[in-house]
């Protein structure tokens, strides 16, 4: 249980188009989906909180008009990267939230790895 | 605010040996404990978690034990195998926020 896809796993795109990533919550229902971006030999970056039916909350720093993201149902979150930049280049997760009450438990998936060329 | 600190890598080991990682952790109230395992070009896999004191995350032979006296989690394996070989987070989360704080990560190689 408790299975989390992401999709594309892979995109190569030129510079100046949109990308959108997928995040399914496949065996469970995800009120809150968290969007990572990680850059190689580091630690997780949390880029926004996402919460079905309303806005995501960003982090500090993270521009809410380039990384726009979409919560739509309680099984998919859609995060586009608008007008990409070879500096956005990166590895992106995502999670989705599971369990209530202070015992959530996040369950990330597979990652998607974007070259913006 | 919530932090963790955890063991700077990277961690390179003999098959079949002793494996410790340590975890130590800042945080207001009764925060939830994790141990994320990533393997190259993989997200993050959830390897075991503690909610409240005392208690013990076990899986895949990897065990960690909530210790609130002492704010630490440190993840041990008595034998490890080359397929262990990834990089381990860990993580807490608590405080009236879902948000996970992660440590930077320990790189384990584990040689045949």
């Known amino acids: 249980g408790a299975v989390v896809s992401q999709h594309p796993s892979r995109v190569i795109c030129k510079s100046g188009t949109s990308v959108k990533i997928e995040c399914r919550s496949l065996?469970?229902?995800?009120?809150?989906m968290f969007w990572y971006r990680q850059f190689p030999k580091q630690s997780l970056m949390l880029m926004a909180t996402s919460n079905e039916g309303s806005k995501a909350t960003y982090e500090q720093g993270v521009e809410k008009d380039k990384f726009l993201i979409n919560h739509a149902s309680l099984t998919l979150s859609t995060l586009t990267v608008t007008s990409a930049h070879p500096e956005d280049s990166s590895f992106y997760i995502c999670?989705?939230?599971?369990?209530?009450?202070?015992?959530?438990?996040?369950?990330f998936g597979p990652g998607t790895r974007l070259l913006v060329l | 605010g919530n932090s963790v600190t955890q063991m700077e890598g990277p961690v390179t080991l003999s098959e079949e040996a002793f494996l410790t990682i340590n975890c130590t952790y800042t945080?207001?109230?009764?925060?939830?404990l994790f141990w994320y395992v990533q393997y190259p070009g993989e997200g993050l896999q959830l390897l075991l978690k503690?909610?409240?004191?005392?208690d013990k995350g076990s899986n895949k032979g990897f065990e960690a034990t909530y210790r609130k006296e002492t704010t630490s989690f440190h993840l041990e394996k008595g034998s490890v195998q080359v397929s262990d070989s990834a990089v381990y987070f860990c993580a807490l989360s608590g405080g009236g926020s879902e948000k996970l704080v992660f440590g930077k990560g320990t790189k384990l190689t584990v040689n045949p």
């Open positions: 065996d469970f229902q995800a009120t809150t």
């Open positions: 999670s989705a939230s599971q369990g209530a009450g202070g015992q959530e438990t996040q369950y």
């Open positions: 503690a909610t409240k004191a005392d």
């Open positions: 945080a207001t109230g009764y925060p939830s």
